[in-house]
């Protein structure tokens, strides 16, 4: 089944067991390129053009709306699908996945109706939410003021993942009064600039790089009071920190999986040895079995920490009842994403003990994982994600109520 708008044309997806399946078929389809893509650090607009086709941007919205609002677990599934093949693809719609769920906490029903139509059309919003130079996450110099000509939105915005080749922007701004508002605009908007001067690393294909808004004009219907979102129990950061920790899961995961063929393939008479029931122990190396061994369990540690936490997301809701179900929430997730950071970490390192001094052929480009590992965990340092849960569970200390747990 598909829609139709100006946006976009997109399946519609309404089971856990067809979006699984649509996350595993779209992980195939871009699988062969992602070296390339890692090594051009171009906007792979074809890979995206077909993510927005594919249904799975659309698996959160409201059924209220039309949508099928799947769970937190099938989110969190698919995004793992998707990372272990390619985590700066699966990084593109994060912030898409938040605005969803800001929409569905904080939307007018006019907003809901227009935003989640376009959404289940294919359109996919990009992010234009951080700013540099400030005093903190929300000292924003970004500003939507009311003029002759109507609202106009002017600021410049940086790691904006995703908004390159989104259909609209969502932008956090002040409004006249000094209050923080969520503008969506359209990226072909008069006066938006979208820049590709991203140049690190890893998770080179997220393109996350700046945004100018010169006196964009706004819809003052697409524009959402956004500061006491965070003043009441929530699970926003939480969700978005869900999507961050699959991110993780998904990097652990493919660099096992590569450590592992490489291994195989390159190494046969290791493996024909440990076939042959350790017949030549010469040849045989119990040290390389010890170590994958080790690491595959990590990874399947990381894997079902990020499913038990989603689960709890489930249980929680996007409208938690009250501060401590919401902290359980974000607690759940702050484990899930700390722990899976340092297990992808570590496999993405430990895949140069287990393959050899040949792991590091470039053709191979082994090295984009550790690469994208270390780039993606630098997004929000995980020692403060231990410190929260373990002044959670120690101290009955509530974790800060923000964007970033």
């Known amino acids: 089944m598909s829609v139709t708008s100006p946006a976009a044309q997109a399946e519609l997806l309404f089971s856990a067991t067809e979006t699984l399946a649509a996350a595993r078929n779209y992980a195939a389809s871009i699988a062969s390129g992602v070296i390339e893509r890692d090594r051009a650090g171009a906007v ?6 077909a993510l927005d086709a594919s249904g799975l941007l659309g698996i959160t919205v409201p059924g209220t709306h039309f949508g099928p609002d799947l769970s937190p677990v099938v989110l969190a599934e698919v995004i793992r699908t998707i990372a272990a093949v390619d985590p700066a693809i699966a990084q593109v719609p994060q912030a898409h996945f938040l605005f969803v769920d800001v929409l569905a906490a904080h939307g007018s029903p006019a907003q809901q109706e227009r935003l989640f139509a376009e959404v289940l059309a294919g359109a996919r919003l ?13 000292d924003l110099k970004t500003v939507v003021l009311k ?13 904006c993942t995703g908004a390159i080749s989104a259909r609209w922007i969502g932008v956090s701004a002040l409004d006249d009064d000094g209050r923080l508002v969520l503008a969506f605009v359209e990226r072909d908007a008069p006066g938006v600039q979208v820049g590709d001067d991203w140049d690190v690393m890893g998770q080179r294909a997220t393109v996350s790089g700046s945004a100018v808004f010169d006196q964009v004009p706004v819809d003052p219907g697409l524009v959402i009071p956004y500061g006491g979102a965070f003043e009441v129990p929530q699970q926003l950061g939480a969700r978005a920190q869900l999507v961050h920790a699959a991110i993780q899961a998904g990097i652990a995961g493919g660099a096992l999986r590569d450590a ?19 017949a030549d122990t010469a040849a045989a190396d119990p040290h390389t079995i010890h170590r994958f061994g080790r690491l ?26 009250d501060a401590g179900e919401a902290a359980r929430g974000s607690v759940a997730v702050a484990q899930a994403k700390a722990f899976a950071s340092d297990v992808a970490v570590e496999v993405a390192s430990d895949l140069f003990a287990l393959a050899g001094a040949s792991a590091a052929d470039e053709r191979h480009d082994l090295s984009r994982h550790w690469r994208n590992a270390r780039t993606h965990a630098s997004h929000d340092p995980v020692d403060w994600k231990y410190h929260h849960v373990g002044n959670f569970l120690l101290s009955h200390v509530l974790p800060p109520n923000h964007g970033q747990l």
């Open 147 to 159: 003029g002759p000509g109507g609202l106009r939105l002017s600021g410049r915005k940086y790691y």
């Open 44 to 49: 792979p607009y074809a890979e995206l053009a």
């Open 260 to 278: 592992g063929e490489f291994v195989r393939t390159r190494a046969r008479p290791f493996f024909e040895a440990t076939r042959a029931g350790w």
């Open 296 to 321: 595959a369990t990590r990874v399947r540690a990381a894997e079902a920490l990020l499913a038990s936490a989603a689960a709890t997301l489930e249980e929680v809701t996007r409208f938690p009842r």
């Open 126 to 138: 990009g992010n234009g939410l951080a700013e540099r130079g400030g005093q903190h996450a929300q």
